[in-house]
């Protein structure tokens, strides 16, 4: 080594201290050492000269400079060395200055010391500095702008300017930021958006920028230079061919607090943020299916018809709850609602009564509406076995698609057992027969008495032309009793018994009955023996058992209060034994059962539990079965367990042509909404089968469930569901009378107002009637894109501070309390109130207005911020100032911690606005309380002059701060670049490189790096905008010389420096030699994967652990 | 526009090794809250023990400038060191003024000089406050140590609260003392109404005062009763203007307050405040099962609950049927 020792005296800074002369001398005994020289200012001209003459002269090959800190000056020696082709890794860096003249000012002598050492470290490191690889890597000419903003378009424009190319992706529907939602903008008090909308519109026409709305960025891989871009595009459920014309908002039923206004008013579903939006295509907001819509077996928009019920668009209301449902006054009455038990607001307080609005939909609705009988499109005919809910329901679908259809039906009346299997007093015969007799005005015949296997058989149908066959013939038999007794005289069979009820009948019951079995067929049975007793003069005395306690589930709740109110006794896990009697029942002997941990379906006995029921009846409802005589002259059809053996995905049966559904099928519960469902199915597969089309699965990709999240449900304010009014329980037994009344309007438009809105659109279908040109599409999907760029700025923005964590001071409680967003719209001409400014709780103009500033800012506790929001002083100033002049006589206070107007003009605006007569008061404030009349006490210590002050206000505005927006955090962590206090991206160095982030090729812009003003938010998206130019302006790039490199010889290939890079610089290779490889593109010189190697494989240039070492050991 | 309420978060359960610290007030004023929360514990499955040795926080004589600081420190360390010697670290306090207490002597005995001078009287009774001790020791709100176990109380729940408005009166010893340790949000804790969700009760959250401390400021309950009576008045009008059914206390020092003071302000006031004052583990192990007589103690209240007990079924005078009423007790 031939080492040139360099000593800068920084014109006194360290020659102050440190006394030159003795160091050089110091300096000329250290081993290696050929030259020394001492320079006021080694940085300068002669300095320079003073190096290359040395280099020259004494053929060194190491330069060691003695001066300020490497961060300062490395550059410039570093440059220095290379254009004496010294190589990359020449210079020695001794700090004498920071970390020694400065510091030890007033202690020359132990100064003098330490510069002897440093120097002597420096000198040994150089020995181990060698020369190092850099890489040229070339640039793509494009860039990528995070965030649509002023920040983010202004960047945009500036490197469109400069002939790059950008993509411009933004989260929200339209470009406009933050900015687009102020009234106006200080210290100018012009309007935001005559500023604003010319930049949008050239950001929209101009051909360099590429917009991408409604867009996430998912990942960005790859060095600087050529990132790749991962971004998904979500749907905007409307193409390009919407006009603007705003007819879907008229008429969408849901309304949804509008982000846009800061929630103080509403939008719908269906939306445009703001007029002057770009692009001006409206949006859909689709969270998925409402968790309603998941759980109803045939996909009902119950969300749909309930938003049109609290509308009072009955009539639409009845085309959503009807379109995949033919039988929705049926269901509104007898249905599970598994859509009530997933209902969100359940978590609430009360699922929305969704049956019952429903009902009162279908019941007000439903017989005022003419059917017009389905024109004929396809000439094969089919023939439906069974006119239950099932068949019925594919008679319907199918004369949709243009099928002639006739149902054969073995009773004498239509509808299955929802007409012979559920009494009057649930299900009005009426209605059931009202709504069979809409499926059948749409065109298919109906054959009664007309018995499969007797009257006709199957293979006949397809004789006499019949394309298909759909069998939905039920389960019409009562299982057979397994008790001894079973056949004695008293004994009835529920099924049976409740069909000849139904079919007019009256079946003769005793004046002590006992039922047997746990379903609603028992219920149903229990409940109509009561009335049958009463009818026959007795008191009602029936008592039914139950085996298990699927009846006490809290779906039945209702059913079985009613059940007790007209006199039933339960008798819950009891087990049938055996029926008592000799030739006539006597009674029923039982044995209690107790549940069982291992299985909560199958309780067990309780020995010696055994008791004796006396009767003079007993009716037994535990189960049906199939009548299969449909199974003659039918070939090929194979029967499984007592049920059709068919495809569940075709919904075919073993005979091709042939299909079956509802409880006949082997597939699917059995209840009248599975039955709807499967007959809906089994329509779609007939007409796939006929039309040659191929047999597909049926079960349909369901789109995600929307959800509240945990904390939605706790913001919403409890209010019990409205009641259902009942036919009181004594009253009831005396007749068939339906013992449920149907909401009045009123109720049913209270009740529907309950609803959270979870998937925000309903899927209602109102717009896509509404929209003239066509341009609404369900359809569209989330799209995956990925793109190639050269540099990234980021110019995600804020979001405002939360102010309701700030408990006390009443945000969200009371009504009178706004943020400055909220009043800002308030004050806007485009606003909801068109600039008027009104106090929510009862749209009068405030006369006396507080303001408070620094609502999460500048708080030390938990629930708020450290950090200053810049901006709140002046936004507070300017819309106290607005306020003054347009309501001369308002009294506007601002109570603030400290008045921080640093901005140019801010200081003489907040003079002007003093003088327009807005007052401050220096005080915070620590609990906002609201009084009867709606207006607000406000308590604070003004801190000029040290006293309480109390005032009642009638409008409180609260200068809510700023933090980092969901975007700005969520793009921090995909870009892998830090972020500091706030959540605000992090810049690579406060003053050197304040637009720069730690990942090179990647710049921030904006509020996204921390709360500022407009102009500087500008300001400082055009100096990014430079940066990215003049990177991307050369065409290629080199990679820095101290970087990370593993030696494939050593590493062990564990992974610890692949964890450990927060650049996601270093991969792992695969195969029997695995090692760590850095991308020297992308690695930005930290070391920390070098620290953490445990074998030393990995090194940091110009600072291997040789140097260190050498430099540390001296 | 925002929340209710803000949920608190979720804790880890806390099984055993608690020592439930006993309170001055709690056993002279109201000891059914001791005798309830003992019976919580039992309920919930919380292994506990009540030491003898355990001696006064000294808190009450402290704040009224009776007893010196270095005494409140030393029984302080004395009373970490017998919770750990035992086996049961975790202390778990009735009171907030034994928990903020306590909690301030710990951060006092990180200070050498103050720990050398305690453990100097320590090692007359063999006790010493060593990093053993403040290591292991714990200080917790015994509703610190029930909200680790509130996922078990929806299944345990024997009396509905159905339509009962409660709302918490936060302590100010528990809340402001040490306000990043509350466990949810310090200027609106809602642990007790969150614990009572589960039986129906209605939560009140965030309402007009509610950080606003219970007026008893120690001897200024006694030296400065107008002023004193006058916060407490201010208290209960905001809460009747929330029209709640219980004020839900964590504290005897406000729950003494309280219900001592509610019926004489109200006729001094000539306002009616239509509702009554329990202690949160009160309310609580009636919901879950337990008989007010025995459990509760509602005889040591002065306003009378006996309308509240019979609007949810647990009158005094009708034991509630197959209802547990065990007394509570040591492990």
């Not at chain 1, 040994?124 to 702008?145: C, E, G, K, N, W």
């Not at chain 2, 001094?268 to 008989?291: M, S």
Request: charged share 20%; hydrophobic share 40%; glycine share 10%.
């Amino acid at each position: 080594m031939r080492a040139g020792v360099f000593l800068c005296e920084c014109g006194g800074n360290i020659s102050g201290v440190v006394e030159m002369e003795p160091l050089a001398a110091h300096a000329r005994t250290l081993d290696g050492v050929v030259e020394v020289a001492i320079d006021q200012f080694m940085c300068g001209t002669e300095g320079r000269a003073m190096i290359e003459k040395a280099v020259e002269d004494r053929g060194l090959d190491r330069l060691v400079i003695a001066s300020c800190s490497q961060r300062f000056q490395g550059p410039t020696f570093d440059r220095i060395a290379r254009e004496l082709k010294l190589g990359e890794n020449a210079v020695a860096f001794a700090n004498i200055r920071e970390g020694c003249s400065f510091v030890h000012r007033h202690e020359p002598e132990r100064a003098q010391e330490k510069a002897r050492k440093i120097v002597a470290a420096a000198v040994a490191r150089a020995r181990h500095q060698s020369d190092l690889p850099r890489r040229r890597t070339f640039l793509s000419r494009s860039a990528l702008v995070v965030g649509g903003g002023v920040a983010g378009m202004a960047a945009a424009e500036e490197l469109a300017a400069a002939g790059i190319d950008v993509h411009l992706v933004e989260r929200e529907q339209s470009l406009g930021g933050y900015m687009a939602k102020l009234a106006k903008t200080f210290p100018t008090e012009d309007c935001a958006m005559c500023s604003l909308a010319p930049r949008l519109t050239s950001t929209a026409l101009n051909g360099h920028i590429h917009i991408h709305t409604l867009t996430d960025v998912e990942e960005i891989s790859g060095p600087p230079g050529e990132f790749r871009v991962t971004l998904r595009h979500h749907p905007r459920f409307v193409t390009e061919a919407c006009v603007g014309c705003g007819e879907c908002v008229a008429v969408c039923p849901v309304h949804y607090p509008s982000s846009y206004e800061e929630g103080i008013a509403e939008r719908t579903a269906i939306y445009r943020p703001f007029a002057n939006a770009v692009p001006s295509t409206f949006a859909v907001e689709k969270k998925g299916w409402s968790p309603c819509k998941s759980a109803c077996a045939v996909h009902t928009s119950a969300q749909g018809y309930i938003a049109l019920v609290a509308a009072g668009r009955f009539e639409d209301a009845y085309r959503v709850a009807s379109g995949p449902n033919p039988f929705p006054s049926v269901c509104g009455r007898v249905c599970t609602a598994l859509c009530e038990a997933a209902c969100a607001r359940g978590s609430v307080d009360e699922p929305i009564a969704i049956a019952a609005l429903k009902r009162f939909v279908a019941d007000t609705v439903g017989p005022t509406l003419p059917v017009r009988p389905a024109s004929m499109v396809h000439p094969e005919p089919v023939a439906i076995v069974g006119a239950g809910p099932a068949g019925l329901t594919c008679a319907r679908d199918l004369a949709h698609l243009g099928y002639k259809v006739t149902l054969f039906e073995a009773q004498p009346v239509a509808g299955g057992m929802l007409r012979t299997g559920i009494p009057d007093y649930r299900l009005p015969h009426d209605v059931i027969e009202r709504e069979i007799g809409q499926v059948l005005a749409l065109g298919p015949e109906l054959r009664l008495g007309q018995r499969a296997g007797v009257d006709f058989t199957i293979d006949g149908l397809f004789e006499e032309g019949y394309g298909a066959v759909y069998l939905a013939t039920g389960l019409q038999k009562s299982a057979e009793v397994d008790l001894p007794g079973g056949e004695l005289e008293g004994v009835l069979r529920a099924v049976e018994m409740l069909r000849e009820l139904n079919l007019g009948g009256t079946p003769e019951v005793g004046e002590r009955v006992v039922v047997i079995g746990g379903g609603d067929v028992a219920l149903d049975a229990a409940r109509s023996v009561i009335r049958l007793q009463n009818a026959a003069g007795y008191e009602p005395d029936v008592t039914l058992v139950c085996p298990d306690a699927r009846l006490r589930l809290p779906t039945n709740a209702t059913q079985m209060k009613e059940a007790r109110e007209e006199g039933l006794d339960l008798e819950f896990l009891m087990q049938p034994l055996e029926i008592l009697g000799t030739s006539h029942v006597t009674g029923i002997k039982l044995r209690r059962r107790e549940p069982n941990a291992s299985d909560r379906r199958q309780p067990v006995p309780v020995q010696g539990s055994g008791l004796e029921l006396a009767a003079d009846t007993v009716v037994v409802a535990v189960g049906r079965t199939l009548v299969d005589d449909f199974a003659r002259g039918c070939d090929g059809l194979e029967l499984k367990d007592g049920q059709i053996r068919i495809d569940r995905d075709t919904m075919m049966t073993t005979r091709e042509g042939v299909f079956a559904g509802g409880d006949a099928a082997s597939v699917g519960l059995h209840t009248a909404i599975e039955a709807i469902a499967a007959g809906r199915r089994g329509g779609a597969a007939i007409h796939d089968f006929l039309r040659g089309t191929q047999l597909m699965p049926k079960c349909e990709q369901r789109p995600p469930r929307a959800r509240p999240t945990a904390e939605e449900p706790a913001a919403v304010e409890t209010c019990r569901r409205i009641p259902l009014a009942v036919i009181d329980g004594p009253g009831r037994r005396t007749g068939w009378r339906e013992v449920r009344r149907v909401y009045s309007a009123q109720e049913a438009v209270a009740e529907a107002q309950r609803c959270l809105n979870c998937a925000v659109c309903s899927e209602c279908g109102c717009c896509v009637r509404a929209c003239p040109s066509g341009a609404i599409d369900w359809d569209q999907t989330e799209i995956v894109e990925e793109l190639s760029v050269g540099a990234v700025i980021l110019a995600t923005g804020h979001k405002q501070f939360d102010a309701a964590r700030k408990t006390p001071l009443g945000y969200g409680r009371h009504a009178n309390i706004l943020t400055q967003g909220q009043l800002s719209r308030l004050l806007s001409a485009a606003g909801p109130t068109a600039g008027e400014l009104c106090r929510p709780s009862d749209g009068a103009v405030p006369r006396r207005i507080f303001m408070l500033q620094c609502v999460g800012s500048r708080d030390v506790t938990s629930s708020g911020n450290q950090h200053c929001s810049a901006v709140c002083c002046l936004f507070a100033t300017l819309n106290a100032s607005l306020i003054k002049q347009q309501y001369p006589d308002a009294e506007v206070t601002i109570g603030y911690t400290d008045l921080r107007a640093p901005g140019k003009a801010h200081e003489e605006y907040y003079r002007l606005v003093q003088e327009r007569g807005v007052r401050y008061v220096r005080g915070r404030v620590g609990e906002i309380l609201e009084e009867k009349d709606g207006s607000l006490r406000v308590r604070l210590e003004d801190t000029m002059t040290g006293r309480k002050q109390e005032g009642v206000y009638d409008l409180v505005v609260l200068s809510a701060g700023l933090e980092a927006s969901d975007g700005t955090r969520d793009i921090a962590r995909v870009a892998g670049v830090q972020t500091g206090a706030g959540g605000f991206i992090r810049e690579y160095h406060p003053k050197l490189a304040p637009v720069d982030t730690q990942r090179a090729g990647m710049f921030v812009a904006g509020t996204a790096q921390g709360p500022k003003s407009i102009p500087d938010s500008i300001a400082q998206a055009k100096a990014a905008a430079a940066r990215v130019v003049a990177m991307l302006s050369s065409g290629y790039t080199m990679t820095a010389a101290q970087v990370a490199a593993g030696d494939p010889e050593i590493c062990i290939a564990c992974g610890v420096c692949v964890d450990a890079c927060p650049q996601m610089a270093v991969h792992l290779t695969t195969g029997t030699d695995a090692h760590s490889v850095v991308d020297p593109n992308i690695c930005r010189g930290c070391g920390i994967c070098a620290a953490e190697c445990p074998t030393g494989a990995m090194q940091l240039g110009r600072y291997s652990d040789a140097e260190v070492l050498a430099e540390a050991t001296v | 526009m925002s929340a209710r309420f803000t949920k608190t978060p979720d804790v880890p359960r806390t099984h055993g090794g608690v020592l439930l610290f006993r309170s001055c007030l709690v056993s002279g004023e109201y000891p059914g809250v001791e005798a309830s929360t003992k019976w919580l514990f039992e309920r919930l499955g919380i292994e506990y023990t009540v030491h003898p040795e355990q001696t006064c926080c000294t808190g009450l004589g402290y704040y009224a400038d009776l007893i010196p600081i270095d005494t409140t420190v030393a029984l302080a360390a004395r009373n970490a060191c017998v919770a750990v010697d035992d086996g049961h670290p975790i202390v778990a306090y009735l009171c907030s003024t034994c928990y903020a207490i306590n909690k301030k002597a710990r951060s006092i005995l990180t200070v050498d000089e103050y720990r050398a001078r305690t453990n100097a009287v320590l090692a007359k009774v063999d006790r010493c406050y060593d990093d053993r001790v403040a290591a292991t020791v714990q200080h917790r709100h015994v509703l610190d140590i029930l909200w680790g176990a509130h996922q078990s109380i929806p299944g345990l729940v024997r009396r509905r609260l159905d339509g009962l408005k409660v709302a918490t009166h936060p302590a100010c010893h528990y809340c402001k003392v040490f306000p990043d340790e509350v466990l949810g949000s310090s200027e609106d804790y809602m642990v007790p109404e969150e614990l009572l969700m589960p039986a129906g009760a209605i939560p009140t959250g965030a309402y007009n005062e509610k950080t606003t401390h219970c007026g008893a400021g120690f001897r200024q309950r006694f030296v400065n009763p107008s002023i004193s009576l006058a916060v407490t008045g201010e208290k209960l009008r905001r809460l009747a203007e929330e029209q709640v059914d219980v004020c839900v206390h964590m504290c005897p020092n406000c729950h003494v307050q309280f219900d001592r003071y509610h019926d004489i302000i109200s006729a001094t006031r000539h306002e009616d405040y239509p509702f009554v004052h329990l202690h949160a583990q009160q309310l609580l192990a009636l919901a879950l099962g337990a008989d007010p007589d025995t459990v509760l103690g509602v005889e040591t209240h002065s306003q009378n609950v006996e309308p509240l007990l019979e609007r949810i079924g647990a009158s005094t005078r009708a034991p509630m049927a197959g209802a547990a009423a065990t007394s509570g007790g040591g492990r």
